[in-house]
């Protein structure tokens, strides 16, 4: 048999999309000749267990009267034979000792192993030639052995914290709705603070079918529930999950301190416990870096010792990432965030601004410095575009509930811990890749404001969103969803997208993802909107006019919206009424303007028709038309002043007469149109229209 083009071409695609060559080999063996035969007898016969720290490890000795190649292989057999977690064959032949080690736990290095023999590899396998006795050899690993291990994952770093439960009396359409909302298979009970039973979605979903709704929960709760204590190894919560448990209860004495289910088992087999809790990359050094920020690190380090965790969370984990300055602290405590925020600002010198209702806190210190205190929460929506309801969580969970994966990233400020990352989702993999990424399906549901920080993300940082979130923000306007958001929280959306400098990218990405015409109909996202915009922002920078950056966005935005249409949806908006003026003056008297001025004006003209509607309608107007009359008006006829005043007039004669008004008019026409030159001439001439 031989292979074929296709043959080939298969293995291609599959390497493609991500074929794992290192999984092939855990099947693959080759046959055994009968010096590998015999020589794997003698290993199978020579086995010996050593437990290290809780950790079992097979180990095998043997001397071999000849040379016999693959020990390798011959690893892979006794694995396979004994389902071995941990394994070191060492084999004496041709005065050497050959080492090979293969471990299938996180909690045994192979490659630590092997190097104790001189030798090296990776974690799950690695091998060593001893050039000494065989006694030696194994002298030195019994005496090592325990270096290589790590001491084994615990209930306390698995768990889920703190554990929801809901009491006996509480109604089985009470106990449904839970889960639902976190999206768990189960629930459990408790009463005064003591494990009573559990109950699973299965039993809840049959006893609403049986029109069981509003029974209690504890006519069909489980009394028998699977516990541990926080130091539990994860060996024996495996075992009682498989023994059909569906979860594993906590306890610290009689108090519930946590869950363990079987989700969070899969998480600690897949290497994402071990990469979460122990293997995070420290960031000892971009956190040195911040020397501004250096007191309240100090200071947190050394009032963090009573919390179970202290974080810095949000933005301010990814700036450091992407090494931008960022200014804003932001803290996050599994613990009680007043408390927290009271001893760091003894500790800084400041005060404390508390929200007890919130569980938060602001501390206020030095010159304008603050930093933002949270107890680590959850939240849920009641209805899409809702705002949530937030209760108490790890910091896991704080973590998931964040708008995407590059803000949901935390970096340890406890003591020993300082520095080290947290990173359960993937964002500093998807910083590396420029990509912005949901951490669920429902993200943009739960809150449609995150389409336009993704877009934001987007143009800030030359990012792009994945496929799926893109899709899925999609998916969310052609809900109708994004019109769903109350007035202000889209007016504040898209003041700050509009206020983020180089826009182009933003203003066309709403167009493609559908969210210009969900926000209205008639909103213009396109690349003459872009154009507009670009020569909006280069007049006013010329003129040194103080137009905020989003007020011109969102004229150039709204130009194609029927003009009697403009004031009002911005009144939805509810943007602040000075400002919705001068954008519907923008919108609506800024073509007409263009219009009139095309045909010619005198300098006079030009200002009476541009002053009342400045700035923003003569700066649109230029914008759509190259008219030197609009250059002139911000060029210097806007700052054309008299140099008399009223009572200059009243000295004249005038008093206090309407007439004060109108003459003054008349003296700056004259002026603006270059008939008066300086002081004297402006007097002579108020004489003239006194006395006439």
């Known amino acids: 048999m031989s292979a074929t083009q296709r043959d080939a071409e298969a293995l291609a695609w599959c390497l493609r999309h991500g074929a794992s060559q290192k ?11 009968d010096d590998e035969r015999d020589l794997l007898a003698a290993l199978l016969d020579a086995l010996e267990p050593r437990t290290v720290a809780g950790v079992e490890v097979l180990l095998a000795a043997v001397a071999w009267p000849r040379y016999v190649d693959g020990v390798s292989n011959l690893a892979h057999k006794v694995v396979d034979v004994t389902d071995a977690k941990a394994l070191v064959l060492l084999v004496e032949m041709d005065e050497r000792v050959f080492c090979v080690t293969r471990s299938r736990t996180d909690e045994v290095d192979a490659d630590a192993i092997a190097e104790l023999l001189g030798g090296g590899g990776h974690p799950q396998a690695a091998s060593a030639i001893f050039r000494g006795t065989l006694d030696e050899a194994r002298s030195t690993l019994e005496q090592g052995l325990e270096s290589a291990v790590r001491e084994p994952l615990t209930a306390r770093q698995l768990m889920s914290a703190p554990a929801r439960t809901i009491a006996p009396d509480e109604t089985v359409a009470h106990a449904l709705v839970t889960c639902q909302r976190y999206g768990q298979s189960g629930i459990l009970v408790a009463e005064n603070g003591r494990l009573a039973g559990a109950v699973g979605r299965e039993d809840l979903d049959r006893a609403v079918a049986h029109g069981l709704s509003h029974a209690p929960v504890k006519g069909i709760m489980s009394t028998r529930v699977a516990t541990g204590a926080p130091d539990t190894p994860l060996a024996e919560l495996q075992r009682l999950l498989a023994a059909g448990d569906e979860r594993v209860a906590v306890l610290e004495g009689e108090r519930i301190a946590g869950v363990v289910t079987r989700s969070d088992l899969l998480r600690a087999l897949g290497g994402a416990v071990v990469a979460a809790e122990r293997g995070g990359p420290l960031l000892t050094e971009e956190l040195a870096r911040l020397e501004r920020l250096q007191p309240v690190f100090e200071a947190v380090a050394a009032v963090s010792e009573p919390y179970e965790g202290v974080y810095l969370v949000g933005g301010t984990v990814r700036d450091i990432l992407l090494g931008e300055r960022s200014f804003d602290v932001d803290i996050a405590v599994e613990g009680d965030a007043i408390a927290l925020a009271q001893a760091l600002a003894d500790a800084l010198g400041g005060r404390v601004r508390a929200h007890d209702k919130f569980g938060t806190a602001v ?5 304008d410095e603050r930093v933002d205190v949270v107890t680590a929460r959850t939240e849920f929506y009641d209805a899409p575009a809702a705002l949530p309801t937030v209760e108490h969580a790890s910091i896991r969970e704080d973590l998931f509930r964040r708008d995407f994966t590059i803000n949901a990233m935390a970096v340890s400020l406890k003591g020993a ?14 910083l590396e890749a420029r990509t912005i990424r949901v951490l669920h399906n429902l993200s943009f549901i739960d809150d449609p404001t995150r389409i336009f920080r993704a877009i934001r993300y987007e143009n800030r940082y030359g990012f792009r969103m994945d496929e799926h979130t893109a899709r899925l923000a999609r998916g969310t306007i052609e809900m109708g969803l994004v019109g769903d958001l109350s007035s202000a929280r889209l007016r504040d959306e898209l003041e700050a997208l509009l206020s983020e400098g180089e826009i182009e990218h933003s203003i066309l990405r709403l167009a493609e993802l559908g969210a210009d015409t969900a926000i209205h109909p008639h909103l213009a996202a396109d690349e003459e909107t ?83 509607y400045a700035p923003d309608a003569p700066l649109f107007a230029l914008a759509l038309a190259e008219l030197e009359p609009l250059h002139a008006y911000f060029e210097r006829l806007r700052n054309v002043r008299l140099e008399v005043s009223g009572a200059d007039l009243a000295e004249l004669g005038l008093g206090e007469s309407p007439r004060v008004g109108e003459i003054l008019t008349e003296l700056r026409r004259r002026k603006l149109n270059g008939e008066l030159d300086g002081r004297d001439s402006e007097l002579a001439a108020a004489r003239e229209l006194i006395s006439g």
């Open 23 to 33: 999984l092939l080999t855990q099947f693959l063996h080759t046959p055994l000749g």
């Open 363 to 367: 501390v206020l210190y030095g010159e």
């Open 417 to 430: 811990d300082l520095g080290r990352l947290v990173d359960p989702f993937g964002g500093r993999r998807d």
């Open 530 to 612: 872009v154009a507009l915009l670009r020569r909006l922002t280069d007049l006013r920078d010329r003129y040194g006019l103080e137009i905020p950056s989003w007020r011109l966005g969102l004229a150039a935005l709204a130009r194609k919206l029927p003009p009697d249409e403009v004031y009002e949806w911005l009144q939805r908006l509810k943007v602040r009424r000075r400002d919705a003026e001068q954008i519907a003056a923008a919108v609506t008297v800024g073509p007409k303007l263009a219009e009139r001025l095309r045909e010619g004006a005198s300098p006079a003209e030009v200002v009476a028709a541009a002053e009342p």
